[in-house]
């Protein structure tokens, strides 16, 4: 059962009695290679699936307590593993609501389809209208009945961990839990404490503690170094750390197996630390070269005998903590690496011997990304127990997965954002316009939805929809959807809202296939440069869409009845909305002022400018209005990891230099990694945004005043000052998001924006 929600605390010694009976065996064991250590309770009985005959519906009532405390007495929550397999029944007259469900995963499914088709209602990632719901919810006209078409739903990219914040509380991990069982989610990427069972396996071959310690980089940025891409920066991990990011990924691997949802947890794959060969007999291992400016870790050859034998010592340390699953994660050789003289396909042919050794028939699945997974990794591979998570099916055209990997079982997939970018949009027509088609052809191997954005919580629309995809038998009509999508945001049908989200998926989310999947970030978040395109290297260098869509429905917004305008669901889109169409004017203000600069016109040079400024001013002031867009948030959980000021500093460090230099200057220049991970929050605006554009004019300006060329500034030296500050910033908001939505649309006149 899961346990107790309570986090343990960071600035005091660990109270013992307060860790899981498995972890407290491990720590009192005091050598890696005690025999003695005893699993979580139920941990060998749970592998990721529900009971075939019943499950307890307690931890579904307690996901429904939290999501609707004044409502969730007048639902009846009942077990029906008979339905078959994902499958729901929602029936009921008014104020008794009965849901029926395969799982408590898919019970709550049948509670989201109430809320979204009944009720009227939205639960978003962010905001919702629940608010707005009546004291004594609507009937069912008539039993509804509803089956997954695909088995596998699966969520969460490998970053999701980094960029969405590594340093959450259980509570917050929780809440996504919910809210991804609400959207028919079954199968979850678990990555918190994925560091313990290399930790804990390594020592029994030839590596301190302190070793491990300084090789494994900080929450922020281990989830590259899971992919075999760096190491070490952002550290050292305390054994405190270790130990509580553990307990935490345990708790939330717990917290899955109770609602029926697969755990997926990261498999081994050979990653080592250096000089691994020198210490162990009989062991092969490759250096795998840079990774944007890392040394990447070595990789063990899977088919040297010292493979099997510390995969076991892996899996079984991992099994102690997070239990047993059914799924596993694992990508080889991830955006490069070397193969050396290693045989690719025997090498992943003992990786899933390896597995299948700790867990028979666990399933393997991998990301479909660049050029991954290889021919030869498939053919060395039982691939009916591999899963191909498709990061590219909405990005590219002319794609023929069952040719390309060989009728291997794959996942439809989407990743909308990359490093948690705040930009609104995804590429939504495309993937109505391939789901169904992909699923019906000839021999399809199509199996699944991989929810993979690079960082969750931003495009509540995107999430609801691609979600959805998986419950709805015929196909989707995008106008159709969008249209109730924008009458159960904010509560009930507002012609205003249908005309703002008319105009938000005629542009923002009609965006096409081609080249990209993700819209434009911000030139105000840009490292400065009179010929920017974009901040991040490697995001769109334009707009996707017609800048003015956002700016109408930034008005429309505006107009949304005063009524409906007290849900969390309203104030974060129009907040949303206010900064997307201030970033999109970025656009079109810089080419002004650098026109005005070749024109050595000082007068209009400096009135742009100062206009430029104002907006990034005005840009912090209403993301400071939402919970959502703070950087005191992300700054603060960093800090209340450490236990002490020096430990505190250093987390801090990790999580703002994943914003802004990301990893060191190689990996910031060279890597082109700078500013990948960039977003419109407050706090980072002004403090780091804002401030570099103002020392980049005040050159400009000189340059025109004193007829010189302008001087250089080191931005990478700027950026890493901005990283290794301790700045306090608040972490909740202030100011009224409506006055500031209407002072941006009045800044922003809607012939200026195109």
């Known amino acids: 059962m899961p346990r107790s929600g309570r986090r343990l605390p960071a600035t005091r010694p660990v109270a013992l009695a307060a860790l899981p009976a498995a972890l407290l065996a491990v720590i009192c064991a005091g050598s890696p290679a005690r025999a003695d250590v005893r699993p979580l309770a139920g941990a060998h009985a749970h592998t990721g699936a529900p009971s075939a005959a019943t499950f307890d519906t307690a931890p579904a009532r307690a996901a429904l307590e939290r999501l609707l405390p004044r409502h969730a007495g007048q639902f009846t929550l009942v077990p029906d593993p008979a339905a078959g397999a994902d499958t729901f029944t929602v029936s009921g007259t008014a104020g008794a609501v009965t849901v029926r469900g395969s799982t408590g995963a898919t019970l709550l499914t049948g509670v989201g389809w109430y809320l979204q088709h009944v009720a009227g209602a939205d639960i978003g990632w962010p905001g919702d209208s629940i608010g707005m719901l009546p004291s004594r919810l609507p009937a069912v006209p008539a039993p509804v009945t509803r089956s ?3 088995p596998h739903r699966y969520a969460l990219n490998d970053t999701d961990d980094g960029y969405s ?3 959450r509380t259980f509570e917050e991990h929780q809440r996504q839990i919910d809210l991804l069982a609400l959207h028919g989610i079954n199968e979850v990427f678990v990555q918190v404490g994925a560091e313990y069972p290399y930790y804990r396996a390594l020592q029994r071959f030839g590596y301190s503690a302190e070793e491990l310690r300084q090789w494994i980089p900080g ?3 281990q989830s590259w170094w899971l992919l075999q891409n760096l190491s070490g920066f952002g550290g050292p991990v305390t054994e405190r750390l270790v130990r509580e990011r553990a307990e935490l990924g345990g708790r939330i691997a717990e917290q899955l197996r109770g609602l029926g949802m697969t755990p997926v947890l990261p498999g081994y794959f050979g990653t080592v630390p250096a000089g691994f060969a020198a210490r162990n007999a009989g062991a092969a291992t490759v250096a795998q070269g840079d990774w944007a400016g890392f040394d990447r870790p070595d990789w063990l050859d899977p088919a040297s005998p010292v493979f099997a034998k510390l995969a076991a010592a892996y899996y079984a340390e991992q099994r102690t903590v997070f239990g047993d699953s059914s799924m596993y994660r694992m990508s080889p050789l991830h955006e490069g690496g070397r193969t050396g003289s290693v045989d690719v396909g025997a090498a992943a042919g003992a990786i899933q011997g390896a597995l299948h050794a700790a867990h028979p028939g666990a399933l393997w699945a991998v990301l479909g990304w660049q050029d991954d997974p290889t021919a030869e990794l498939l053919a060395g591979v039982d691939t009916s127990k591999l899963l191909i998570l498709d990061g590219l099916s909405d990005r590219y055209n002319r794609l023929d997965r069952e040719t390309r990997w060989g009728g291997a079982p794959y996942a439809m997939g989407t990743i909308y954002n990359f490093g948690g970018h705040t930009t609104i949009g995804a590429n939504t027509s495309v993937w109505l316009e391939r789901f169904g088609p ?10 699944g939805i991989a929810y993979l954005p690079e960082a969750t919580g931003t495009n509540p629309a995107a999430f609801d929809l691609f979600t959805d995809l998986a419950w709805d038998a015929g196909p989707i009509d995008q106008r159709t959807w969008f249209a109730g999508f924008a009458a159960r945001r904010y509560g009930r049908p507002d012609a205003e809202a249908a ?7 005629k542009g923002p989310y009609s965006t096409s296939s081609g080249l990209w999947s993700e819209s434009q970030d911000s030139l105000f978040s840009a490292r400065p440069s009179l010929s920017a395109v974009g901040a991040a290297y490697w995001s769109p260098k334009s707009m996707r869409y017609p800048a003015g869509s956002v700016r109408r429905a930034l008005d429309h917004l505006l107009r949304v009845d005063p009524a409906l305008r007290r849900s969390s669901a309203y104030r974060f889109d129009l907040v949303d909305t206010a900064r997307q169409a201030l970033a999109n004017h970025s656009r079109v203000l ?3 002022i650098k026109a005005a600069y070749e024109a050595k016109d000082l007068a209009r040079f400096r009135t742009l ?3 430029w400024q104002d907006g990034m001013r005005l840009l912090d002031q209403v993301t400071g209005s939402d919970p959502n867009l703070l950087l005191g948030t992300w700054l603060s959980r960093a800090r209340s990891h450490g236990a002490d000021r020096a430990e505190q500093d250093r987390y801090e460090y990790d999580a703002r230099s994943l914003l802004s230099v990301w990893g ?11 500013d990948y991970a960039n977003r419109e929050w407050s706090g980072l605006i002004s403090e780091l945004y804002a401030r570099r554009w103002t020392a980049y004019f005040a050159t400009l300006d000189e340059a025109l005043v004193g007829g010189a060329a302008p001087r250089e500034i080191d931005w990478h030296a700027f950026e890493e000052e901005w990283a290794g500050r301790t700045t306090r910033h608040p972490d909740r908001p202030g100011g009224d998001p409506y006055r500031l939505a209407t002072a941006v649309a009045a800044a922003l006149p809607a012939a200026a924006t195109g």
């Open 148 to 150: 997954a078409q695909v």
């Open 609 to 611: 400018t100062a206009e």
């Open 664 to 674: 060191r200057r190689s990996t910031s220049e060279g890597g082109f990694l700078h």
């Open 590 to 592: 810089l080419p002004k």
């Open 165 to 167: 914040g590594p340093y």
């Open 438 to 447: 992909w699923r019906a052809k000839n021999n399809s191997a199509l199996a």
């Open 219 to 221: 929450p922020g940025h």
């Open 499 to 505: 005309a703002a989200w008319e105009e938000m998926r």
